[in-house]
């Protein structure tokens, strides 16, 4: 059975999901929920680097989501037709993580006008370079003729937008039908209705994780250090 160890939410893990999804091949999501957890998690010898997500998938254990995304990619004939298509799905990918870092960190503002705002602003940047591409490519796609993990990716890091900036694509009409067309694939429409799919990350993912980390919490928390053991603040940064 394919595994995907991560903390109980969406996170650096949601991309991985998508393209599991995208080629209908079940997960079970293996939440890890301590710092005991992961510390028996790291014991095992699978995470190469000591961190997560782990992707547990043909008898490989696979580390860094770039990695699981282009490996679920290339499983299910995702990366295009060509080497120019291919470097065209890398180019878009690497720039949707980019676009995607803002939406995962919003869930760690202390206010929704301080998770909104950098949102809106990395939107005005990035969001006509997206329509533009999908303008020039012309046939609703970033790459080629058919869905890519190029658009899976980016339908990913729309979707975290839109729960907090409804009307993003309003002036993108493009990216809106993109964005539709993804979602309405079949193993990523049957993925969202499922219980596999965590909710939008709130204060108790946030907690989740520097429990889990024993990390400082965001500086609007009360007893910031609630979870660090020992010494001053611990690391930040998720
Ligand atoms: N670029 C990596 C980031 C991995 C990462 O930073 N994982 C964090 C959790 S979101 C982690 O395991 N941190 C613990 C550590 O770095 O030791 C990816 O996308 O997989």
């Known amino acids: 059975m394919t595994q995907l160890h991560y903390f109980k939410g969406r996170g650096r893990a949601e991309t991985t999901r998508w393209m599991l999804a995208i080629n209908q091949i079940n ?32 008898g490989l254990c696979l580390s860094q989501s770039s990695a699981m995304i282009r490996y679920l990619a290339r499983r299910g004939g995702y990366y295009g ?42 939107f005005e940047k990035f969001g006509p370079k997206f329509e533009a591409r999908l303008a020039e490519n012309g046939t609703g796609f970033c790459v080629g003729a058919r869905l890519t993990f190029a658009d899976v990716v980016l339908a ?65 928390f009360p007893d910031q250090n609630r979870f660090v053991p020992i010494g001053p603040l611990g690391e930040v940064g998720y």
């Open 27 to 58: 997960f079970e999501n293996v939440a890890i929920e301590t710092p005991e957890a992961l510390a028996a998690l790291r014991a095992t010898g699978k995470l190469p680097f000591d961190q997560m997500p782990l992707l547990e998938i043909d």
């Open 81 to 122: 037709e060509t080497d120019n298509d291919a470097v065209w799905c890398d180019m878009i990918a690497g720039t949707v993580a980019d676009f995607a870092e803002t939406a995962l960190q919003a869930a760690f503002q202390a206010t929704t006008e301080a998770a909104v705002e950098p949102l809106k602003a990395r």
């Open 156 to 220: 990913e890091a729309l979707t975290g937008y839109l729960e907090w900036v409804p009307d993003l694509l309003v002036d993108t009409p493009l990216l809106a039908a993109l964005h539709r067309q993804v979602l309405d694939q079949p193993g990523i429409a049957a993925y969202l209705n499922s219980a596999q799919r965590y909710p939008m990350a709130g204060e108790t993912y946030v907690i989740d994780v520097a429990r889990v980390l024993q990390r400082v919490l965001p500086a609007h």
